[in-house]
């Protein structure tokens, strides 16, 4: 019984640890590199700028094995045209809920409610393409080739919370909503969007 059970959660711990080990291989290719990047999108002459960590998010803890690849990534993104400024949020999305095929809508996140610290907003979808906030090529690495992106337009207040506040939670809307947290320390994440909020507010 002992050795069955053993096996059990070794089994359990499989989709996190090689999430965790993809993970720290990202940053490593990261490391010595600028946290916050800018770039100019040739094709359609706007300036953006991004961190290279997004956060993580689960609906769960990740030994739940039904769950391995329910997964929501969060990223900051600032669109300058010709001084016009907006702010987005990129969200990676890889929950098998919901997520059916890449470049369709899905029930639940046209639009999510970020709960950062006791605040509650509320945001609608912009795209779920990288077009929809005039950009050519898409800004972040998704986990996994299946995963779905959608961009939200937010502001500077709700970056800096995504910074500052340890609680952060995001809800999926729809018919069947769910619950994303963040489910360990992300200091790299955390870090680069504190940096892109210095850089961005020059």
Same mark, same amino acid.
């Given at each position: 019984m002992i050795k069955l059970k053993k096996r059990s959660v070794e089994r359990d711990l499989l989709p996190t640890a090689f999430l965790l080990i993809f /993970?720290?291989?990202l940053s490593a290719c990261a490391a010595g590199q600028a946290p916050v990047v800018e770039r100019l999108d040739e094709l359609t002459a706007v300036t953006y700028t991004h961190t290279r960590t997004p956060l993580i998010l689960s609906p769960d803890t990740p030994l739940d094995r039904e769950n391995e690849r329910d997964y929501v990534q969060v990223g900051a993104i600032e669109v300058n045209r010709m001084g016009v400024l907006n702010y987005y949020l990129w969200l990676g999305i890889s929950d098998i809920q919901h997520v059916?095929?890449?470049g369709t809508q899905h029930d639940g996140f046209e639009?999510?409610? /970020?709960v950062l610290g006791d605040q509650k907003y509320s945001v609608d979808i912009r795209g779920w393409t990288q077009d929809a906030i005039g950009l050519s090529e898409p800004v972040y690495r998704k986990l996994f080739s299946t995963s779905v992106d959608a961009y939200y337009e937010v502001t500077l207040e709700h970056i800096r919370l995504l910074?500052?506040?340890d609680n952060i939670k995001l809800l999926s809307t729809g018919s069947a909503p769910e619950e994303f947290v963040s489910w360990y320390r992300q200091t790299t994440a955390k870090e680069e969007l504190g940096e892109f909020l210095r850089t961005v507010m020059q």
């Open positions: /993970l720290v291989a059916e095929s890449a639009s999510i409610v /970020l910074a500052d506040v």
